[in-house]
């Protein structure tokens, strides 16, 4: 298995976040580069840099009001006399039909979901770099390689076509399916973050040729609210094309992986060509989130059944946040998939 990461994905160093409504310090720290980094080499993986492949397959699943946004966002934040030192969000659109605002502050509310995502003036390369990563993990896929690892930092299944939100600017995941798609006709992303891979769904949901299925903490009291219930199955020619599974509060190994196999079920039924697994390591009974109570050893256990599937397979990292056993869960989740050996 090929393994990607570029240093420029550390600069990123998000200060603060609302955490029912207290600032609190931002846990996507670039210290979590820093551990899963050592759980992939403990496996056996060699790191290697990524290319920049340029705006295109980014471009591919965001608008361009957004990446104008995201790029330029900070200078002209810091434009505006007595504004945070982060770009922080404090209005939002009821309905995103209206008019787009010119002001910084407008467009702030328009293109970011909450206080999750401060912008800073690292933000924009480091989330470059995350998504080149995974280009780069899609393309070695593409070229022949079972399967490949990208570590990608900042995060990427909250940000919507033109939403950040959560921890998350560009949506790796999504962009490594749509570089997949250049070969694979039908593609599946598989989420097994904590949370429900809201981004992901709203990037693909009128969409037939990507599946998209979400493993994840029920939302009827959990981050992030207003997506990731079951009776959310795509639109249009996407119906019938998004699955997500909601898992009670505190669900450990056996419930995690018996609704895994009920994913496995739909996945089949699809077909795919390829897999994208949207790798969550916060479903760790002891990540600070705390929503579900999946073990070290159940994340070997995860990773082998997913490698079952026998399908072309890129991981992309999603969350899970610093603990004891971060490098830990990583480690066992790619031994379990085959580590090296894949
Ligand atoms: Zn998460």
């Known amino acids: 298995m090929k393994a990607f990461f570029a240093d420029e994905q550390k600069r990123h160093d998000p200060k603060a976040f609302l955490s029912s409504g207290a600032p609190q310090p931002n846990p996507e720290q670039p210290e979590r580069a820093e551990r899963l980094l050592a759980g992939a080499r403990a496996t056996g993986l060699t790191i290697e840099r990524p290319r920049d492949h340029g705006l295109g397959p980014v471009a591919a699943v965001h608008t361009p009001e957004y990446l ?14 007595g504004a945070s030192s982060e770009v922080i969000p404090n209005i939002h659109p009821l309905a995103r039909d209206g008019a787009y605002p010119a002001s910084a502050v407008g467009q702030a509310g328009y293109h970011m979901a909450d206080t999750a995502c401060p912008i800073s003036a690292e933000t ?24 490949a690892y990208a570590l990608c930092r900042p995060p990427g299944h909250h940000a ?17 399916a749509q570089v997949l798609r250049k070969q694979a006709a039908r593609v599946t992303i598989l989420d097994v973050d904590l ?19 979400s493993l994840h903490a029920d939302p009827v009291r959990f981050y992030p609210f207003f997506w990731g219930h079951a009776d959310e199955r795509g639109e249009g020619p996407g119906l019938g094309y998004n699955f997500n599974l909601p898992l ?5 190994d056996a419930a995690f ?7 496995f079920q739909r996945i ?13 390591l916060d479903a760790f009974e ?4 705390g929503g579900l109570s999946v073990t070290t050893p159940g994340f070997s256990r995860i990773g082998e059944a997913i490698a079952k599937l026998g399908l072309p397979t890129v991981i992309v990292q999603e969350g899970g946040y610093l603990c004891d056993a971060l490098g830990d869960n990583l480690t066992a989740f790619l031994t379990g998939f085959g580590g090296k050996q894949r």
């Open 68 to 81: 104008a946004f995201l790029e330029h966002i900070f200078a002209r934040w810091q434009r505006i006399e």
């Open 124 to 147: 924009w390369q480091s989330a470059l770099w995350s998504a080149w990563t995974a280009v780069e993990a899609a393309e070695a896929v593409i070229s022949a390689a079972p399967a």
């Open 160 to 176: 919507f076509a033109d939403v950040a939100g959560g921890f998350c600017f560009i949506n790796n995941s999504a962009v490594a």
């Open 195 to 213: 949370h429900h891979g809201n981004g992901t769904q709203g990037i693909f949901y009128a969409r037939p040729d990507v599946l998209t299925v």
């Open 248 to 252: 009670p509060r505190k669900s450990a």
């Open 257 to 263: 992986l018996e609704a895994l196999g009920v994913a």
């Open 268 to 280: 089949r039924a699809f077909a795919p060509d390829a897999l994208v697994v949207a790798l969550g």
């Open 286 to 289: 002891g990540d600070p989130f």
